[in-house]
């Protein structure tokens, strides 16, 4: 009896290990990370105080490499916000890829903020940028559960589409 009890706690641990692993589930979700994309102007895409890292914002890129553009809720559809938003999720993943060698070593994602190119009518921010979350705790688990902030703006750079910015916790 009681070895069967530690191995079934022995396979619970193992389970509990690899659905806590953000790179196991990276690949489970067919998500390859490119190069991050070099800043746009003078800054960094990280810099790392402590055991913090603060993550330059980023703005959603095509396949090929071509910004998502527009306003959301006049040019894109909320839905296609949304997706704008998990496309900069997966550009931070990359960043933090290759800032830290291996996502595992993530302990907390904690703090975006998030910001939506939309008319001053739109007010479904939040919304959208749950594109970037949804992402976060697809990869991390409850470690990619956050604080966050949801906005509008009148433009952003380049006129794409969102644009986020994010705090990270690591060991």
């Known amino acids: 009896m009681r070895q069967l009890l530690l191995l079934v706690l022995a396979g619970f641990l193992a389970t509990t290990s690899i659905a806590q692993d953000a790179e196991s589930r990276l690949k489970q979700k067919g998500i390859v990370l490119a190069a991050p ?5 003078n800054y960094v895409n990280v810099v790392r105080v402590g055991n913090l890292l603060f993550l330059s914002g980023k703005g959603p890129k095509q396949p090929d490499g071509t910004d998502v553009t527009g306003k959301v809720g006049k040019d894109l559809t909320l839905e296609q916000g949304y997706e704008a938003a998990g496309m900069v999720a997966i550009a931070h993943l990359a960043v933090l890829k290759s800032e830290l060698g291996s996502l595992n070593k993530v302990k907390r994602i904690v703090k975006v903020l998030g910001m939506v190119n939309c008319e001053s009518n739109f007010y ?29 703006m009148i433009s952003l750079p380049n006129n794409i589409a969102v644009e986020v910015e994010l705090v990270v916790e690591v060991e």
């Open 37 to 41: 994309g070099a800043p746009i102007a």
């Open 124 to 152: 479904d921010q939040p919304k959208v940028i749950n594109g970037y979350s949804d992402m976060m705790v697809a990869i991390f688990g409850d470690k990619g559960k956050h604080a966050r902030s949801a906005v509008g």
